[in-house]
């Protein structure tokens, strides 16, 4: 019990300065965020310095299909984790441990799916994508790797999720960090001296990540006793998998609707020419960059939204998300300064022989994005909230109308205005999102305040 306490006392959400609790999480939240770009980030920089553009622009075109499988398997991982987060808001352990053994069981499920699945069908998806010739091979040998090793990056997304849920963010940073300077010294051990080509990059990213998702299970066990999984744990139901995977798939489908559209997007880039599809890769790795700060605040929400509805503080939920409106508000000040500002020198970082016609249409692309960087503020706070109140199935929703406003931006915007119509499909996709979830978030409130009125009348 004096365990219990012990967690409870240094990473319960549900108690203290909400604005505190939230900065004190997502600061960590967004450093490992932001190593875990850096692996993408050195993989293009070394790709384009030992490879050659091409090499380059390659990996690049792979991101909206990475992110359709990774980013769902990311999603499912982080809805099981919501129900830890909650029964561990209510203090119910027994129900964290068989919880976490649950999500454990339903990953390696997971994982043995998503591998299979990939390997038919990365060839067709990459071939959908209308990749150019020139970079399909060395797009297909990256990418493939990176989906036969993805059962590492669910080990570490699953792992890191959980630490999360009982209100350690920190932990998962440090391992990821180690994990990064190993990434870097494995990708030139594998490019320059094994000469493994662009595929060593993959490969020295799912070794890193492995690391990283061993060290924080290790951790994990060792650091919070009263999580070690017993021989009862491991004994699920369907109902409960099923409580997991009505979290969990919603939100790993939101991933992959967003997914997709991206994907419709990169298909009209590819159909733009050589000098676009550099500078918008240039551009999409240092808009990913700068939107992590938006994730570590959604990710924090999530978990700060389960801790407290499992704890009925439902006043307290409505408190964390306004404070964390307005941190999203002042993080986008920021953001939008240093873009007008460095935008354009930051495509030299990754693309080191940029023309400054590419410099040129990066900056162009994250002028654009920063202009309403405020929507997709509000969709990672609000979205994820509604998650962490056990409202994932309203987000899918909200998925789906992003994915068609951003398609019929790619159809129509891009053959009426070309590239501007590439820069503005994301803020188009972002408002069909936000008109679903803004009210959706405000009904939740309402239902909740009448439930507490409830459980007050109740108790008297």
């Known amino acids: 019990m004096g365990t219990t306490k012990a967690i409870s006392d240094k990473n319960n959400l549900t108690v203290g300065s909400p604005i505190k609790k939230i900065i004190l999480f997502t600061i960590p939240v967004l450093l490992g965020a932001l190593f875990q770009q850096f692996y993408g980030l050195v993989d293009a920089i070394i790709v384009d310095r030992t490879l050659g553009q091409t090499a380059f622009s390659s990996v690049g075109i792979t991101g909206s299909l990475s992110f359709l499988v990774l980013g769902f398997a990311q999603g499912t991982t982080a809805g099981f984790s919501v129900v830890a987060s909650q029964y561990f808001g209510a203090k119910e352990m027994d129900k964290v441990r068989k919880s976490i053994a649950t999500s454990f069981l339903l990953c390696v499920i997971l994982t043995v799916i998503l591998t299979a699945l990939m390997a038919v069908f990365t060839r067709p998806l990459l071939q959908l994508l209308n990749t150019p010739e020139k970079y399909f091979e060395n797009s297909y040998a990256y990418i493939s790797t990176i989906f036969y090793g993805m059962g590492a990056t669910i080990l570490y997304n699953i792992a890191a999720y959980i630490l999360r849920a009982l209100g350690d963010s920190k932990t998962p940073l440090y391992f990821l960090v180690v994990a990064c300077v190993l990434n870097i010294g494995m990708d030139l051990l594998f490019i320059i001296v094994?000469?493994?080509?662009?595929?060593?990059?993959?490969?020295?990213?799912?070794?890193?990540?492995?690391?990283?998702?061993?060290?924080?299970?290790?951790?994990?066990?060792?650091?919070?006793?009263?999580?070690?999984?017993?021989?009862?744990?491991?004994?699920?139901?369907?109902?409960f998998c099923m409580k997991h995977l009505n979290i969990g798939i919603p939100m790993g489908f939101q991933f992959s609707i967003i997914a997709i559209g991206i994907m419709i997007q990169q298909a009209a880039i590819n159909s733009l020419g050589d000098d676009v599809v550099t500078a918008y890769t240039a551009a999409s790795r240092i808009d990913n960059l700068?939107?992590?700060?938006?994730?570590?605040?959604?990710?924090?929400?999530?978990?700060?939204?389960g801790q407290n509805l499992g704890a009925k503080q439902y006043d307290r939920m409505k408190r964390g998300v306004r404070d964390a409106t307005i941190l999203g508000v002042c993080i986008t000040v920021v953001i939008a300064t240093v873009i007008s500002i460095f935008g354009e020198s930051m495509t030299y970082w990754f693309i080191s022989t940029a023309t400054k016609e590419q410099a040129q249409l990066c900056q162009k692309y994250l002028i654009y994005q920063a202009m309403f960087y405020l929507l997709l503020m509000a969709i990672y706070v609000y979205r994820n909230s509604l998650q962490g109140m056990n409202y994932s199935s309203i987000t899918v929703v909200a998925g789906i109308l992003e994915l068609v406003m951003r398609c019929l931006a790619a159809f129509v915007l891009v053959q009426l205005w070309g590239f501007v119509g590439i820069c503005l499909s994301n803020p188009v996709a972002w408002v069909g999102a936000d008109i679903i979830l803004l009210p959706a978030y405000f009904f939740a409130i309402r239902k909740f305040k009448k439930k507490q009125l409830v459980e007050v009348t109740a108790t008297k």
């Open 194 to 239: 094994f000469k493994m080509g662009i595929a060593g990059a993959g490969w020295a990213t799912v070794l890193s990540q492995l690391l990283a998702g061993i060290a924080c299970l290790v951790y994990m066990f060792i650091k919070y006793p009263v999580i070690r999984l017993k021989k009862e744990d491991w004994k699920t139901s369907f109902r």
């Open 290 to 305: 700068f939107v992590q700060g938006y994730g570590a605040l959604g990710t924090t929400m999530a978990t700060f939204c």
